[in-house]
Each structure stands twice: as C-alpha cells, then as structure tokens.
C-alpha cells in the first residue's frame, strides 16, 4: 500500500521491533508522560499574528549531553517551514523566539547552547520551500497542495522537539558543554563530517562519535506575548515518554535532513484509560502517536463577557494528520490517493476539512444547545479543516488566525463540548485502518493490529481568553489574559 512504500525511507526501525518484541509495560512503549517530562515534546501553537511573538524553551533535566531536532511546522498542512540539530549539554535549557517579518516569521535566538547549523545573529527566517511549486498528489513531504504559497502562511504552525540520542562521546560532549557560559566548540557539531548515527564509523577523541539511546528527560514551556495588550499566554507542551523503539542504538540524522519525525515512534503504545491500560500494536510510528492523543471529545470554557470585551480563542492541533491524509485535486478526472484512518477528507484549497458536533451549555446548567451534529449535512456544520484550527467564539479573534472557525453561541459564558464520532463518510479509494485493512468508508476511528479501536482525533491544545476591562479602578483601564489546557474523554472498544 502507498502508506508503507512511502515510509520505508525511515520506517525500517519496524522490522527490528518485531523481531524481538516489545513488553507490554508503559516503560517498554510510548506513552504520554503526565509530569511533563520526556523524549519528545509536543507544542500545539506557534503564532506572530496579532501583534503576538512565541517564546519557547526545552530543558535538559538529566546529566547526559543530548542531541535533538527541532522542526517547526505552518498550521495549514504541516509543511515543515525549519528544523535543525540542537545540542545540549548536562542541565542546559535553551530557549529562542518566534518572531514577525515583513513576509513571514523568523526565529531568533541569543542564547549560547550549540545548533547545527548555527543560528545567524539576526535570526533564521522560515520558508517557503516545502509547500511550494507544483501540486504533487498523495502524502508528500513538499511540492504545492492546492493552498497558498505565500510566505504569510509560515506566520503560525505548532512545533516539535524530538531527542535523537545521548551523547556518551567525551570530546563531543565537552565541546558542546558552556565554559564561562559559552561551549567549548560547537564546531566540533557543526562539521559537515559529524556522523552520531546508529551506523557511524566516526571516532573523536579516540571514541565512537555514535549516540546512544535515548533517554528523555526533556521538558519545555511556550508562551504567546502581545506587549502592546499586555498579555502572556503560556503552556507546557505535551511530553511523550519512551519515544523511540528500545532496541535501536539512536534515531540521529544530520542537520538537512527532515528526519527523525513522529514516524520513528516505537509501534507499541500505552493509553491509561478506565482505571487501567491498553496497550496497541501498530503496523506505523504515526499511528502510535495518533493512539496516545485520540479523544472522542474535547472540553473547554468560553468567556464573552460585555463589560470587559472578553473573547475566546481554542487552538486544536491534529500532530499526525500529515502523515495520513493525501493532497488531491478535485479537479483531475480521476483519484489515485489513499486516505488513511482516523482523517476523512484529503487536502486541497479550504483544506481537508474534520466534521464535529457542538454542543455547549450556560453556567447554570440549563439552556443545552446542539448547534451541529456530526457528519454534518452536506455544505453545513462546523469543521476543524486545517492541521492546527483556530476556534473563534463569536469572532473573538484574540489570535487573528488565518487558520479560523468561526462558532457563534446564544449565552455569553459557558462551556463547551466538541464531538468527533463522524461516520459513513465516502471517499475515492476507501480508507485504509491502522491495521491494514480498507473501508469503503471513512470514520474518525483507528484500530489497531490487536484489533482495538480508537473513536476520535488525535489533538493536542488549548482555551485562551483575553479581557480589556475598561473601568478596572476608576479612570484605569486594564487588559489581562488566560490560558487553559483542553480537557478530554477518550473512548476505547478492546478486542
């Protein structure tokens, strides 16, 4: 099937996993670390709109030296607008900024610790590249998909931090290690011979340059600042633990290289639900994830009070919906794309758009309201079409999101319960389980090779709200904000 052709590249891990199996324990498999801590870090929003700039840090808590990916992706399709290699030493935090352009965003940085490449003074502007040209149908990595390609869209996204493997080398590490707050050498990183992979014949120091496995350890924070409103809206990212598969020596690639990704997952994950686990085997790294961030529904709040012009923003995130939904243009007289579960509709302008149902309460209990059912009827409801969506309350735009759904609501405070349970939607060629096996139909479901399945979307996110209190004291006028992470339910069928 095209999925597994078109992982083969980097999903070779998966032959070695099977050959010795995995324990069905949460230290043998993926599984999203409640503490905050692990090997890969999940940050749901970047954005320099609205006079906002990102911040952002990751920690290395532990006393080994470590190496990482850092990739940002724009919101629309998951383009990857930069990646490089960080390094860092025992206990070194870094942290580096997302910030506006006359076309686009750019990251900037002061800080000290070693990146491969080196980070300019003046900062590193996002680009273009792999969301540009002609449109290429199927899952691809770059080439046109049918939306923009202007540099605007590099303006907001989500990110992703990705260990590779310790670093056990005592020159390297040496030399990625501050002296006087500053690293010994970060040239010795930087070199265009380092090789730290699972196969690298390099010696420094009279030592293997290769890696180590990973360990994690890694925590981080994001905060979305407006100065001019006053407002700092901040969170932790979702961690997850024991990322990469137990019996690989490290999923290091060089900088330049769009690898390692959240395909290189161990195929085993573990989801504490009802009291207990379940554990799934899955034929794909994406799949792992998808299983560990897969919720039926999502739970937030809503604030739209009059007397403080308040607004609402939530920011849903589907982390693995590149890996699984085709470009096609509805336009060609024919269909070759395969679909892949839990996405139901394949990319294109106005993107690939997942059906919800809304259903939202006052504080006060009564007054229910079902504004959508899901699937919607054709050309109505509400639907989360892009990688990371932007719910609006009542056109709030506190983000000014280019990525936006607009929900209107009959009462000025309450909350709100988000639906994903679609079914018996048709697509061209079916859509393929993670299993393996093809439905003539598409659901928002995934079941695994044990035969257990997922109703939902994986998402990761959070609820913002901003305030501009206008009599905060007398003749004062005050602009506060926010920030809450979604609460979710999550259903399982076992076989």
């Known amino acids: 099937m095209q999925k597994f052709k078109r992982k083969s590249l980097y999903l070779a891990l998966a032959a070695a996993v099977s050959s010795v199996g995995i324990a069905n324990t949460a230290s043998a498999a993926v599984h999203v670390n409640s503490n905050g801590l692990g090997e ?32 940002f992706t724009e919101g629309k399709n998951s383009r990857e607008v930069l990646d490089f290699n960080l390094y860092l030493s025992p206990n070194d935090m870094w942290t580096a900024a997302v910030v506006n352009t006359t076309n686009g965003a750019k990251l900037v940085t002061a800080d000290k610790s070693c990146t491969a490449p080196a980070i300019p003074a003046g900062g590193k502007e996002f680009v273009n590249f792999a ?24 303006r907001e996204g989500y990110f992703e931090i990705i260990e590779m493997g310790t670093i056990t080398n005592t020159a390297i590490s040496a030399a990625i290690t501050h002296v006087n707050g500053v690293p010994a050498n970060c040239a010795v990183v930087q070199a265009s011979t380092m090789d730290m992979g699972p196969s690298s014949g ?64 161990d195929l085993t994950s573990v989801v504490f639900y009802n009291s207990g686990t379940v554990t799934s085997n899955w034929l794909s790294g994406d799949n792992t994830v998808s299983a560990l961030l897969m919720h039926n529904n999502i739970i937030n709040e809503y604030v739209l009070d009059a007397a403080t012009l308040s607004g609402t923003d ?8 590149r890996y ?117 139909e598409a659901s928002q479901s995934l079941t695994s090779l044990d035969g257990d399945t997922y109703t939902g979307l994986p998402t990761v996110g959070f609820m913002l709200q901003d305030f501009i209190n206008q009599n905060a004291a007398p003749g004062i006028l005050a602009t506060y904000g926010g920030n809450f992470n979604h609460k979710y ?7």
């Not at 199927?138 to 202007?150: K, L, W």
């Not at 340059?209 to 407002?231: D, E, F, Q």
């Not at 939530?314 to 919906?321: C, F, N, R």
């Not at 339910?489 to 076989?495: G, K, N």
């Open 40 to 71: 890969v870090l999940i940050y749901p929003y970047y954005t320099t709109r609205a006079g906002m700039d990102t911040y952002l840090s990751v920690v290395n808590t532990t006393n080994s030296s470590k190496a990482v990916k850092v990739r």
């Open 131 to 154: 969301y540009s040209g002609a449109a290429l149908e199927g899952i691809q990595q770059s080439g046109g998909d049918g939306e923009t390609q202007s540099l605007d869209r590099t």
């Open 202 to 265: 390099l010696v420094v120091g009279g030592q293997s340059a290769r890696a180590n496995p990973s360990t994690g350890g890694l925590a981080g924070t994001a905060s979305l600042i407006g100065v001019a409103g006053g407002t700092d809206f901040g969170y932790d990212p979702v961690a997850l633990e024991a990322f990469a598969p137990s019996n690989v020596q490290n999923i290091w690639n060089p900088p330049g290289s769009i690898f390692p990704d959240l395909t290189f997952a």
């Open 314 to 321: 939530w920011v849903v995130t589907m982390p693995t919906k």
């Open 324 to 440: 699984n939904v085709p470009v096609h243009n509805p336009a060609l007289a024919s269909d070759a794309t395969q679909l892949f579960s839990p996405f139901t509709h394949k990319f294109w302008l106005n993107g690939a758009c997942e059906p919800v149902g809304l259903s939202y309460w006052n504080r006060e209990e009564g007054n229910v309201a079902i504004v959508d059912f899901s699937p919607p009827a054709p050309g109505g409801g509400t639907s989360l079409c892009w990688e990371t969506t932007v719910v609006t309350f009542e056109n709030s735009h506190v983000l000014g999101s280019s990525n936006e759904v607009n929900v209107p609501v009959n009462f000025e405070n309450g909350w709100l319960r988000m639906a994903f349970n679609a079914t018996g939607i048709t697509v061209v060629n079916g859509q393929t389980d993670g299993n393996g096996v093809n439905h003539s």
């Open 489 to 495: 339910t999550t259903q399982i069928s076992e076989d």
